[in-house]
């Protein structure tokens, strides 16, 4: 039960990954700068790629499955990008990157090299993430590859640990994808053997402050509504994880009285859009009656005109017919 549980808890943070990248996959842009220094503007296109590949060298005394990679996508046409969510410190990791890798590689980014006459292949750009809080994680993943020339290559994949920024940091760079995980760096203090434990006052201000980062993204255009919305919620669910336990109800009941007013259901973000559609087709409405009262004026002032030029046309009529009468002739 217990192995069964701590699978489930890594599942979620992987799951949460996941479901950024499905919902909102630009969200990786400020993440590719801050890794590689790559920047793309938004609007840029991506394709989500599911990369399957044979366990069977992993364990070949296991019957033949497959695995997929955690997250593959292509960026503007070109660009090949591979993440995986860890959240322990495995020291495999490295090549199970390589294989990956070498399986992506295979698989999309081969091609015929015209100056040798054979094929070249490109590995795409890595990393993993790291979500939870360890101090013993590299800043890269190393493996010394030794070819059978005898030519070695050092493998290396940067790591990204979420928990080694600041909110500050996070808000600065608008690496909002980090949202989700910043309560997990509050998980050690809820050992009831730590010195200085997790209280309310701490949990309401990291709360806050994440509340405060997707409300500036929001307003100034980082975020769309209903990213917003998914992310309230992402974060709603990684509090509910962490704060499972039955000890730590209290904890769970201030992230839900903090979060869940700002999260809009279907059903009212329908009525708040039927409502700005109302008041913007009376808006119009109110253009197109100031318009027609516009140009009944118009019409107004024009009839009042021809009856005058008529009224001074009669007139002049009865002038001529009243000069004839007279025999008066008409001076030019």
């Known amino acids: 039960m217990t192995e069964k549980l701590e ?13 950024i990248v499905d919902v909102m996959p630009e969200q990786l842009f400020p993440l590719f700068k801050e890794v590689y220094g790559k920047e793309y503007p938004r609007g840029t296109p991506i394709t989500l790629l599911a990369t399957e590949y044979s366990t069977y060298q992993e364990n070949p005394d296991a019957r033949p499955s497959s695995r997929l990679t955690d997250i593959t996508l292509l960026v503007n046409g070109t660009d090949y990008y591979h993440l995986e969510c860890q959240m322990r410190n495995e020291q495999e990791m490295v090549v199970r990157m390589i294989a990956y890798d070498l399986h992506i590689a295979m698989q ?24 939870a809080v360890n101090q013993h994680l590299p800043e890269f993943l190393q493996c010394r590859i030794i070819f059978q020339d005898g030519s070695e290559h050092i493998y290396q994949v940067p ?66 509504e209903r990213e917003f919305d998914d992310y309230i919620n992402l974060f709603h669910s990684a509090a509910k ?11 769970r009941k201030v992230v839900d009285f903090m979060t869940k007013p700002l999260i809009e259901l279907p059903s009212v973000r329908e009525k708040r859009l039927r409502a700005e559609n109302d008041a913007l087709r009376a808006e119009k ?48």
């Open 159 to 224: 790591t990204v640990r979420i928990q080694s920024y600041s909110l500050k940091e996070i808000h600065e760079k608008h690496l909002t994808i980090f949202i989700p995980y910043v309560l997990l760096r509050l998980r050690p203090k809820l050992d009831p053997k730590r010195t200085h434990p997790l209280t309310k006052k701490e949990l309401t201000a990291l709360v806050n402050e994440a509340i405060l980062v997707l409300t500036d993204e929001l307003q100034n255009g980082y975020l769309t």
């Open 7 to 19: 699978l489930d808890n890594i599942k979620l943070w992987d799951e949460i990954l996941k479901a």
């Open 285 to 332: 409405d109110a253009l197109c009656a100031e318009k027609d009262a516009l140009h009944a004026e118009k019409d107004a002032l024009r009839a009042e005109k021809d009856a005058e030029l008529a009224k001074k046309e009669a007139e002049l009529v009865r002038m001529r017919d009243l000069l004839s009468r007279y025999h008066i002739t008409e001076v030019s």
């Open 108 to 131: 999309h980014i081969t091609s015929t090299d015209k100056k040798t006459d054979g094929f070249v292949m490109h590995f795409p750009r890595s990393a993993v993430i790291y979500p």
């Open 241 to 251: 994880r962490i704060f499972e336990a039955e000890k730590h109800s209290e904890f």
